[in-house]
C-alpha cells in the first residue's frame, strides 16, 4: 500500500512542480488549430466519400 501512496504523492508534486502548463492564449490558439484542422479534414474525407459513391454508382449501373 506505500508503493501506491507513493506513486500518487510523486505524481501530484509532479503536476505541480515540474509540468509546464500553457497560458489561456496558447491554449485557444491550439485549440482553434485543432477545429480548423478537424473541419479540413472531415470535409477532405467527406469529398473521398461523395467522389467514391458517384464512381460506384456509376460502374455499378453500367452492368444494368
Known amino acids: 500500500m506505500s ?8 505524481t501530484t508534486e509532479e503536476m ?16 482553434g488549430l485543432v ?4 473541419l479540413v479534414f472531415a470535409a477532405v474525407v467527406g469529398l473521398m466519400d461523395v467522389i467514391f459513391r458517384t464512381g460506384l454508382e456509376a460502374f455499378y449501373n453500367s452492368f444494368r
Open 16 to 31: 505541480r512542480y515540474k509540468v509546464t502548463w500553457p497560458s489561456f492564449e496558447e491554449l485557444q490558439k491550439s485549440a
Open 35 to 38: 477545429l480548423i484542422g478537424s
Open 3 to 10: 508503493k501506491l501512496t507513493k506513486y500518487f504523492r510523486d
